[in-house]
């Protein structure tokens, strides 16, 4: 992990720990621990965005959120997240997902939401982990109700790197937009029989209610996934730089866990599912049981 990287990351998790407040050139250097000059440029050679560009974008889709949840006006949101006067806001909000945000907090559509991934997760897909250390993971039964799933597919991906290259990371952004049942999008190993030909395993998407009616995006598909007990797979909360290592603990912890102990037995034919990676809270995976 260079020291450049790092430096991206601090300036990073500043910006996101005072979005609200005015943000300037030197608070980001000294975050940085560069030159105003320099980290300007690190900043934009490593995530490909001015930081100006990146904060407008960050506070657009917290304001998006703010507004489909429907808690706040739009002249609160523009003057909570730093813009000038709520015509400045609006005409932000427009240009970036082509909708009046007024209009938008009454009728939410999904929307590509600015997703900001972290410096160290671009820098740190390793072939080889220390597995050395691993950590406790936690283990408890889920009830899923039966749902649908707002999914967008790939074509041969089976894991969230693969599904990048395919389909683009940017899907995140749009599933960010959307209500879930859960309170956030999911990833999916998908089970043979709710995949087309020439469709992928792993997807991304958003859980509702069976009888949601709201809009799916274009390219975007609806499963239906009946009622299932689930076991839940949660690791230790890591460190950034420590997130392949805490995905490949509960994965293999998952491998090798018999769930007859418990009294069930593997149901493969449910999706796996994989919650975005957290830090905070550890990394979480769940896979389908039925009891014996």
């Not at 739009?74 to 909708?99: H, I, K, M, W």
Request: charged residues 25%; proline residues 8%; glycine residues 6%.
């Amino acid at each position: 992990m260079t020291e450049q990287i790092l430096a991206v990351q601090r300036m990073q998790d500043y910006i996101s720990q005072h979005l609200t407040e005015d943000l300037h050139p030197a608070d980001l250097a000294r975050a940085a621990m560069f030159s105003p000059w320099y980290a300007h440029r690190l900043f934009r050679e490593t995530l490909g965005v001015t930081p100006a560009e990146y904060i407008r974008r960050l506070r657009l889709a917290q304001a998006a959120i703010r507004l489909r949840d429907g808690t706040e006006t739009v002249t609160n949101v523009a003057f909570d997240l730093g813009f000038s006067n709520p015509d400045t806001f609006t005409r932000a909000f427009f240009r970036e997902y082509g909708a009046n945000p007024s209009q938008y907090a009454k009728h939410p559509v999904p929307i590509p939401l600015f997703v900001p991934y972290g410096a160290k997760y671009r820098a740190l897909r390793k072939e080889n982990m220390d597995m050395s250390n691993l950590q406790t993971v936690f283990i408890q039964v889920v009830h899923k109700p039966e749902r649908l799933c707002v999914i967008k597919r790939g074509t041969h991906a089976e894991d969230y790197f693969s599904y990048c290259q395919e389909v683009s990371c940017d899907v995140w952004g749009m599933l960010l937009s959307m209500p879930s049942l859960c309170g956030e999008p999911v990833c999916l190993w998908l089970p043979p029989k709710y995949r087309p030909k020439d469709t992928s395993a792993y997807v991304q998407g958003v859980e509702a209610a069976v009888d949601f009616t709201g809009p799916v995006p274009d390219g975007f598909d609806v499963i239906r996934l009946p009622e299932a007990d689930y076991l839940l797979f949660q690791g230790q909360p890591f460190r950034e730089e420590d997130y392949c290592e805490a995905i490949a603990a509960v994965q293999q912890a998952m491998d090798g866990y018999d769930p007859g102990s418990i009294g069930y037995r593997w149901d493969d034919k449910n999706p796996r599912i994989q919650l975005e990676p957290r830090g905070e809270r550890g990394y979480m995976e769940l896979r389908a049981v039925k009891k014996v």
